[in-house]
């Protein structure tokens, strides 16, 4: 895939961060809840103070990784492998760029022989090293010629954290979350490389049982999984589909 940026390596260590995991802050070191977010609405507040006081949170920030949701992705690999280095990844949804760091460093994209990451979002991203940003819908045809000719040879990996605007109402996200899961899965079905693995953010609830036949009807394996990363009363879980069948 072409458009690697070349730069200095990252001074992150992906290894140190996968076996340490974000450290839980001392107690003593909270900033009490009074003193954030007073005078904004309450669930401003609430969001605020549940930011200040998240493990994951402060661990992105001190390692750097421009999101929380970058260790949701490394619990994914440590879990079912689905980098290694070589590989070629494109990142649906991607911004602000924690899953493409992530990826970006696992398939070591920014050394002569490592894979590529290719990352698409409706918003702009600022640039990570070893990393194409494609500002894009997904859902637009335009997305699998940008990758086609990007990546003639096809992707080995296909993961997307998309998420619709949330509207509060858990049906309606629900509906909505799964759907850019189906576009996610046609899109990836267009690109991938036999034996090529897939993963997409879902909601649990009766939409996603379409789609799990889909992926269980082309994939060998087919794996729900919700990361330590993933908040507990998140409706959110994971699909991970790896082994791609060759089409009959
Ligand atoms: C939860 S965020 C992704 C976070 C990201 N994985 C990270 O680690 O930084 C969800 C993203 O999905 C994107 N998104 C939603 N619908 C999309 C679409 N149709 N095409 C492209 N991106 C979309 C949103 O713009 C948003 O940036």
């Known amino acids: 895939m072409g458009g690697k940026a070349k730069s200095r390596k990252s001074r992150r260590d992906p290894k140190s961060a996968e076996k340490r995991g974000p450290k839980r802050p001392s107690r003593g ?20 103070r549940r930011q200040a006081n998240d493990p994951f949170v402060r661990a992105a920030k001190a390692q750097g990784y421009r999101s929380r949701a970058a260790f949701k ?3 994914i690999d440590d879990r079912f492998k689905i980098f290694a280095r070589g590989r070629d990844v494109v990142d649906l949804g991607a911004a602000p760029g924690g899953w493409s760091q ?17 990352a698409v979002d409706l918003n702009p991203l600022d640039a990570i090293p070893g990393v194409t ?8 045809d335009a997305v699998v010629k940008e990758i086609r000719r990007m990546a003639p040879g096809g992707i080995d990996v296909v993961v997307s954290d998309m998420a619709p605007p949330a509207t509060g109402h858990r049906e309606t996200d629900h509906v909505r979350t799964v759907a850019l899961a189906d576009a996610a899965l046609v899109l990836a079905l267009e ?31 087919v794996r729900h999984f919700k990361p330590k990363a993933s908040r507990k009363e998140s409706p959110e879980t ?6 791609l069948k ?3």
């Open 133 to 140: 940003i494609v500002c894009m819908d997904v859902e637009s």
């Open 191 to 221: 690109v991938l490389k036999p034996g090529g693995a897939f993963v997409a953010k879902v909601t649990q609830g009766g939409s996603a049982k379409e789609l799990l036949t889909a992926l269980q009807s082309r994939f060998a394996s």
């Open 102 to 118: 992530v990826a970006a460093e696992r398939v070591k994209a920014n050394t002569s022989n490592g894979g590529s990451v290719l």
């Open 238 to 243: 994971y699909v991970v589909a790896s082994g």
């Open 246 to 248: 060759s089409p009959k």
């Open 73 to 75: 992705l490394s619990e």
């Open 29 to 48: 070191s909270r900033p009490s809840k009074r003193a954030i977010g007073s005078g904004l609405k309450e669930s401003s507040a609430r969001w605020l």
